[in-house]
């Protein structure tokens, strides 16, 4: 070895631990005992040019190295022996306590980015968010990391600077980021970013200079030795590479961007210094490549601190009370919704990202061209001073920001005094009524996640309560969705049919009720549910024992608007109804079982008299709803289909009401956006 490159080396002298480290754990994976062998033989090798040092920095070196491959040897030999297994998570109410307020105060989708950005539980992100993020190459904000730890180091230093010494608050920041990595789990990147934040707070409490690629070093040892197999985990890998690549490029790369204004240049080195080094590791395992990425996390890092903080405080100040996290949560709301509408912008532009082919070779094409890029790179002179926006300048940008934002809020004020949305839940029902402040929801579809995202694009983000929330009947496409809302929202009522069939679901239904300590009551035909002027009455159960699946059917009248929801009335309920068909009329009509064929098609129709019909279908469904028979019995009847126009939107307003959907103005969904084919009408 050269001096230069030996002087390099002592000035990281646990680079070469870290290395010996890499090389014997994946040695480990073939051939366990030989690299026991390899590394007790490393150890005695090291530790005899360690003695035979005169200079300090080298002995350090050679020291490190040994007692690294000293413990890897006893790892390997001994195996998972004397690696405790704990039963169970102790943890796990703790983690619950502290997610409930998020859920509950947070709309979704913002709300699963608020768990894991906070909590690091990532299960409810939909997927086509998860897409997104991925296509964005901002996948890394939903991963604990060395970001995480860092702003919970520096609440706690800010917090407790003034008040103690150095020292202890260096050890309060070390405990502080252990605790919150056992509680997020100590998966291979929390544990790379605990020991790193570990390492540099420790490096302070002792009076030593902090230099992060010697922490970067041996927190990969230190994984290593407790587990070898990490050397195979992906996202370990792309948390030191990632890491290794902020410590030794971000500053070469914002040099060589001084010309950009100063808060540019930062952003894109961050970001080109943490993709650069994971990239031909990407591409070897997902064969994917963001192009849209630089781009991506110059505008939504930003946001990362504020919505993590806030989304902590929220976190905490909700586990105790409700009310005290609520404000934080409305400020962790607005950054989680412009960090999503930032990611799904990025990943809807053309080219954002390209798939190419996985495997070993693309990844080792990528390291070349990622090693050309940088050489090239670093025979580029630093550009000249950078170029700063004044002060004025960012001030009056912020006031049209504040002026953008108002503008919005004064436009999303006015509302009718009814409205009605038909949810795009898929094969089911999930029908939303806002009325005089009040929510009701009939039904919700067969997949809670999807109709908590309806509901987070339906609602404002502090509109928290419904209600009512009645279940028509023991079936999973209109009641599945359901047993999630509990403890997402604030539940005034819970209403089924009396008599409702005792199957799984009907059980399920009942203890998520009584978990939330929501009131239950079973209508039968006669009963009414009142809110406000408005009134929910039922028609049905009757008390006909031929009826084997009770349902409720359910009309909503206020002041000259009626809607009809027949939920999946049998034929014999049907006939029963017909025999007083002045009680079901209504503006607007919801044949029942989703269209399904019925020898009552027609005569329903007629007695209800309906001026549009909406139908709940999920697109290409099995069963072939709605049926020809229904849809011509409907006839010329203006007819709205989920399953072709989204969410169907009915607002009114007195006498008169005007039906939204794709086709005429509402918005497409978020995240499934689709062309809209020509509506049967």
Request: hydrophobic share 55%; aromatic share 4%; proline share 8%.
């Amino acid at each position: 070895m050269s001096g230069g490159a030996m002087t390099r080396v002592l000035a990281f002298p646990m680079l070469p631990a870290a290395l010996a480290s890499v090389a014997l754990a994946a040695a480990a994976a073939r051939a366990p005992l030989l690299a026991a062998l390899v590394a007790l033989a490393t150890c005695v090798i090291a530790a005899s040019l360690c003695v035979a040092s005169q200079d300090r920095r080298r002995r350090l070196t050679w020291g490190a190295l040994a007692a690294c491959a000293l413990a890897l040897a006893v790892r390997l030999g001994f195996g998972d022996a004397w690696v405790p297994h704990p039963a169970g998570d102790p943890l796990a109410p703790v983690r619950d306590a502290l997610a409930f307020p998020l859920r509950r105060l947070v709309p979704d989708p913002e709300s699963a980015i608020l768990l894991g950005i906070v909590l690091g539980e990532r299960q409810s992100i939909p997927a086509t968010l998860n897409a997104a993020f991925a296509r964005s190459g901002t996948t890394h904000l939903l991963a604990i990391s060395g970001f995480n730890m860092t702003l919970v180091g520096a609440a706690v230093g800010l917090a407790a600077r003034g008040h103690l010494r150095a020292s202890l608050v260096a050890l309060l920041t070390v405990l502080a980021v252990a605790l919150y990595s056992v509680l997020v789990g100590l998966s291979g990147s929390v544990l790379r970013a605990a020991l790193m934040a570990g390492v540099a707070a420790l490096a302070v409490a002792l009076g030593r200079p902090s230099a992060g690629a010697n922490a970067l070093c041996a927190s990969i040892a230190a994984i290593l030795i407790a587990d070898p197999a990490m050397v195979g985990d992906v996202g370990f890998a792309l948390s030191a590479a990632a890491t290794a690549g902020l410590l030794g490029l971000q500053r070469p790369i914002a040099d060589r961007c001084a010309r950009l204004p100063t808060a540019i240049a930062e952003g894109l080195a961050t970001t080109l210094a943490a993709t650069l080094p994971t990239l031909p590791l990407v591409l070897a395992v997902f064969g994917r490549v963001s192009l849209i990425a630089p781009l991506a996390n110059l505008v939504a890092v930003p946001l990362f601190p504020a919505l993590m903080v806030s989304g902590i405080a929220a976190s905490a100040l909700g586990a105790i009370s409700l009310d005290a996290g609520r404000p934080f949560a409305a400020i962790a709301y607005s950054f989680a919704f412009a960090l999503r509408t930032v990611v799904e912008l990025c990943a809807g532009l053309p080219g954002a990202a390209v798939e190419l082919p996985a495997g070993p070779g693309s990844g080792l094409a990528a390291a070349a061209l990622v090693a050309g890029g940088l050489y090239g790179a670093s025979r580029v002179r630093p550009a000249g001073p950078r170029m700063r926006i004044p002060r004025p300048q960012w001030r009056r940008l912020a006031i049209a920001a504040l002026l953008i934002v108002a503008t919005a809020v004064i436009l999303a004020l006015p509302h009718p005094a009814i409205r009605v949305r038909a949810l795009d839940i898929g094969q089911g029902d999930a029908f939303l009524i806002e009325s005089q402040g009040n929510l009701v929801l009939i039904d919700g579809g067969p997949d809670p996640a999807r109709l908590l995202e309806e509901l987070g694009t339906a609602l404002p983000p502090w509109s928290r309560r419904i209600d009512v929330v009645a279940l028509t009947h023991a079936h999973v496409d209109h009641g599945a969705g359901l047993l999630a809302l509990f403890e997402r929202y604030e539940i005034g009522l819970a209403v089924e049919p009396a008599g409702i069939n005792d199957v799984p679901l009907t059980t399920l239904w009942h203890d998520a009720a009584d978990r939330a300590q929501v009131p239950r009551r079973a209508l039968q035909a006669g009963m009414r549910v009142r809110l406000g002027d408005a009134e929910l009455r039922a028609l049905s159960p009757l008390d006909d024992p031929k009826v084997d699946v009770p349902s409720l059917v359910l009309r909503y009248e206020l002041g000259g608007f009626s809607m009809l929801f027949m939920g999946d009335a049998t034929e014999q309920a049907q006939a029963d109804l017909l025999l007083a068909p002045a009680t079901l009329a209504a503006r607007v009509y919801v044949p029942p079982h989703h269209g399904a064929a019925t020898p009552h098609a027609k005569p329903l129709v007629n007695a209800v008299r309906p001026e549009a019909a909406v139908l709940s279908v999920g697109a290409n469904n099995r069963y072939g709803h709605p049926t020809p028979e229904t849809l011509s019995a409907l006839g010329d009847l203006p007819t709205y289909r989920t399953d072709r126009d989204g969410t169907v939107e009915i607002d009114a307003d007195g006498a008169r009401f005007t039906v939204r959907t794709r086709a005429n103005g509402l918005p497409p969904p978020r995240a499934r956006p689709v062309p809209l084919p020509a509506a049967a009408r």
